[in-house]
C-alpha cells in the first residue's frame, strides 16, 4: 500500500513471526507480519467499505485490535485468520454506520400489523441457546470437528491434522454433526410447541 512505509525486508515465515509476537508482544515483530498483507486487507476493505480513505483507516483499525486480538488467538494460518478479520470488520463498520442495505415490509405482509416479529432478536437467542445445548449433547469428535470447521473456519485438512482423523472421517463428523444438530433442534423445537 503506497501510504504506508516499508518496515523491514524480514524473510521470517508467518507462524514464527506470530509466534514470536505472542510470546514478546513486540510490536515491530507484528508490524512486519501485517505489512505482507496490508494489500489484502486494503483490497477487502475497499470491496466492502468502497471509500478508499475509509478502507485505509479500516487497515489501520485491524492493526490495532490485532495488538489486543492476536495474543490469546491461536492462529494456524495467519493469512486466512486475518481475512476473516478484515472481512468481519468492515461488516461491523457497515453495520453500525447504517450502510447495510435493508428493506422494509409493509405491515399488512407480517403476520400481525401491530407487533409482527417484534421478537426476532429473542427468537434468534433462543435459537443461539438451543443450538448451544444441541452441540452439547453431539459425541466430542462431531463436537470439535463442528467447532472447528463453522466456529474456527479451518478447513477438512486442517482439522484432518488437528485431530489426527483422516479427511474422509472429518468430512463425515462434520456432516453427521449438522444432521445430528438438525435433528436435536427439530425435537426440541416440537417439545416445546406441544407444550
Given at each position: 500500500m503506497g501510504f504506508i512505509r516499508s518496515i523491514s525486508d524480514n524473510s521470517k515465515p508467518d507462524s514464527e513471526l506470530l509466534a514470536e509476537f505472542q510470546r514478546g508482544k513486540n510490536l515491530q515483530v507484528l508490524a512486519v507480519l501485517y505489512e505482507r498483507y496490508m494489500d489484502l486487507i486494503y483490497g477487502v476493505c475497499l470491496k466492502y467499505l468502497k471509500d478508499p480513505d475509509e478502507s485505509k483507516d479500516a487497515v489501520m483499525q485491524i492493526y490495532e485490535s490485532l495488538v489486543f486480538k492476536l495474543p490469546s488467538q491461536q492462529v494456524d494460518h495467519f493469512r486466512?485468520?486475518?481475512y476473516v478479520v478484515a472481512k468481519n470488520h468492515?461488516?461491523?463498520?457497515?453495520?453500525?454506520?447504517?450502510k447495510m442495505k435493508t428493506s422494509s415490509l409493509a405491515p399488512e405482509?407480517?403476520?400481525s400489523g401491530e407487533n409482527g416479529h417484534l421478537n426476532g432478536a429473542r427468537e434468534r437467542e433462543d435459537q443461539l441457546e438451543l443450538l448451544?445445548?444441541?452441540?452439547?449433547k453431539l459425541p466430542v469428535e462431531q463436537?470439535?470437528?463442528v467447532q472447528l470447521f463453522y466456529l474456527e473456519q479451518k478447513c477438512y485438512k486442517d482439522i484432518a491434522d488437528m485431530t489426527g482423523n483422516d479427511w474422509?472421517?472429518?468430512r463425515s463428523l462434520i456432516q453427521n454433526g449438522r444432521r445430528n444438530l438438525k435433528l436435536c433442534m427439530e425435537k426440541t423445537m416440537k417439545e416445546k410447541t406441544e407444550l
Open positions: 486466512g485468520w486475518l468492515c461488516l461491523m463498520a457497515l453495520r453500525s454506520a447504517g405482509l407480517m403476520q448451544e445445548d444441541c452441540m452439547e463436537k470439535r470437528s474422509n472421517k472429518v
